[in-house]
């Protein structure tokens, strides 16, 4: 099974007041993000994607091009349900440079770092019981920071609503802002097939969190793996099917 896609995104704001008196931080990867979210139609991806299933349930995903909107460059995972999809673990790691705010196509020459990377170790363990699961993100932040992440989400009738907290080492930054911060925040995310009743795979995510931190930072990913199996595992199916009777 593999599946490629290749995605372009147009974001617009016709009402637009963002502004900030705060100055990019040490290492700015998303304290600076303001210069890009002012701007009234920005292109937020453009990019190929594509997932391929290779043998025993290994999954790989590949992605490059305008990843999100202040980063361009190669994104990849490899990834497995295990025990039924009790567990899913898996790699992943990326390799971007920051694109300039006012031109889509340019990549900024002036910026702290030439290039940014990361490499994480991710786990996710599924409680279908209780529609809840719970993911583990350990490794490489966009800003050299090294930690982990841990984000508790709930499924209810479609709608999924999660929490996350992250700690990492913030010797890297030479802020007082980032020193010792904590990342953290809550998010949602309800499909469009509650609204149009049909089937879609679109979903609207919205999330809190402070966007003047740059610990614990990662890229903004079109999908993940472990989103992608979802809820197509045996633990999962089972469950499902009982709903059927």
Known sequence: MHRASFVTGLEGYPVNTVSSANEPLSIPVRSDSVLYKREKAVLGRLMFDQIHKIKNELYGRLAGGLLEVQYAGLDTEVG????????????????????EPDNPFQMKDNDVKKTY???????????????????????????????????VSKFI?????????????????????????????????????????????????????????DAAQDIERYNTLFDFI????????DKDKKKMY
């Open 80 to 99: 497995i349900p295990l025990l039924k999809g009790r567990i899913m673990a898996g790699l992943s790691g990326s390799l971007v440079k920051k694109r």
């Open 117 to 151: 990377s990361t490499v994480f170790v991710n786990t996710r363990l599924n409680i279908p019981e209780y529609e809840i699961s719970i993911d583990v993100k350990a490794g490489r932040f966009l800003a050299g920071d090294d930690g982990v992440r841990i984000t």
């Open 157 to 213: 009738n479609g709608v999924i609503i999660w929490a996350w907290y992250s700690v990492t080492d913030t010797s890297v930054f030479t802020d007082t802002y980032n020193s010792g911060y904590h990342d953290k925040g809550i998010g949602v995310s309800i499909p469009l097939r509650l609204f149009k009743g049909a089937d879609s795979r679109t979903a609207y995510n919205y999330t809190l969190s402070p966007w003047t931190r």
């Open 230 to 237: 979802g809820r197509n595992t045996k633990i999962f199916l």
